[in-house]
């Protein structure tokens, strides 16, 4: 069970980086303003933060 709900946690993880990476492409595809740079790494940063948690929730 621990097993299965470990790799589903990895998934989603992987899943909501996917999407993220994607969606950041796109938008610095369409404007490369100075703005949309400043919230793309703030939202990587959150990113790294959540996954981060998630890791640190599981092995413990």
């Known amino acids: ?8 946690f990895k998934g989603v993880g992987l899943g909501m980086a996917a ?16 703005r949309s740079k400043n919230r793309l790494s703030g939202a990587l940063r959150s990113m790294e933060n959540v996954l981060e948690n998630m890791q640190d929730l599981f092995r413990s």
């Open 1 to 8: 069970m621990t097993k299965s709900t470990t790799s589903l």
């Open 19 to 34: 999407g993220l990476v994607a969606g950041a492409a796109g938008t610095l595809m369409l404007s490369d303003s100075r």
